[in-house]
């Protein structure tokens, strides 16, 4: 699990680098700072979410875009059961919404603000006023097609005693 989550962030660095014209030698015009994104769970910006108000976040989750409430679900479960509470608005841009298919009711990866009060309601009832807005990056998390083995492999054999 650490091995994989250490990959796709160097896969963010890269890509937030690669987008920004790393590698290219300094001008004169100088670039706005791109802040590293801190990396948080659903769980963490409904629960703590003072903790990130105003932090560059990178989050997984499943994302749902529908006209009036797109929305990062905790998981799939969570958008087929409409348990609202278990997701964050989004605020879905183009960086959003190129790709659709490859997006649209899949798990993400997005890197964006997370703001706890100031985004819009867009319709009443709605997603409140929390949630990512200016959204940088948003990619197709890897679906993992192997299942996971139900019992640790014991990596040592057993020693005689």
Same mark, same amino acid.
């Given at each position: 699990?650490?091995?994989? @989550?250490?990959?796709?962030?160097?896969?963010?660095?890269?890509?937030?680098?690669?987008?920004?014209?790393?590698?290219?030698?300094?001008?004169?015009?100088?670039?706005?700072?791109?802040?590293?994104?801190?990396?948080?769970?659903?769980?963490? @910006?409904?629960?703590?979410?003072?903790?990130?108000?105003?932090?560059?976040?990178?989050?997984?989750?499943?994302?749902?875009?529908?006209?009036?409430?797109?929305?990062?679900? @905790?998981?799939?479960?969570?958008?087929?059961?409409?348990?609202?509470?278990?997701?964050?608005?989004?605020?879905?841009?183009?960086?959003?919404?190129?790709? @659709?298919?490859?997006?649209?009711?899949?798990?993400?990866?997005?890197?964006?603000?997370?703001?706890?009060?100031?985004?819009?309601?867009?319709?009443?009832?709605?997603?409140?006023?929390?949630?990512?807005?200016?959204?940088?990056?948003?990619?197709?998390?890897?679906?993992?097609?192997?299942?996971?083995?139900?019992?640790?492999?014991?990596?040592?054999?057993?020693?005689?005693?």
């Amino acid at each position: 699990m650490k091995r994989q @989550l250490f990959f796709r962030s160097l896969f963010l660095v890269l890509a937030v680098v690669s987008s920004s014209g790393g590698g290219q030698k300094p001008t004169t015009v100088s670039h706005p700072i791109v802040p590293q994104p801190t990396n948080a769970s659903i769980i963490n @910006l409904i629960s703590t979410p003072e903790r990130y108000d105003g932090k560059m976040v990178s989050v997984v989750g499943f994302l749902a875009l529908e006209p009036e409430d797109s929305r990062l679900y @905790l998981s799939q479960s969570d958008y087929r059961q409409v348990i609202l509470d278990n997701g964050i608005f989004i605020d879905a841009n183009k960086e959003v919404t190129r790709d @659709l298919e490859a997006k649209d009711l899949h798990y993400v990866q997005v890197v964006g603000v997370f703001k706890q009060k100031g985004l819009p309601m867009h319709f009443p009832g709605g997603a409140g006023d929390a949630g990512i807005t200016d959204i940088r990056l948003c990619l197709p998390w890897i679906e993992v097609t192997e299942k996971r083995p139900r019992e640790l492999k014991d990596s040592h054999p057993a020693r005689p005693h």
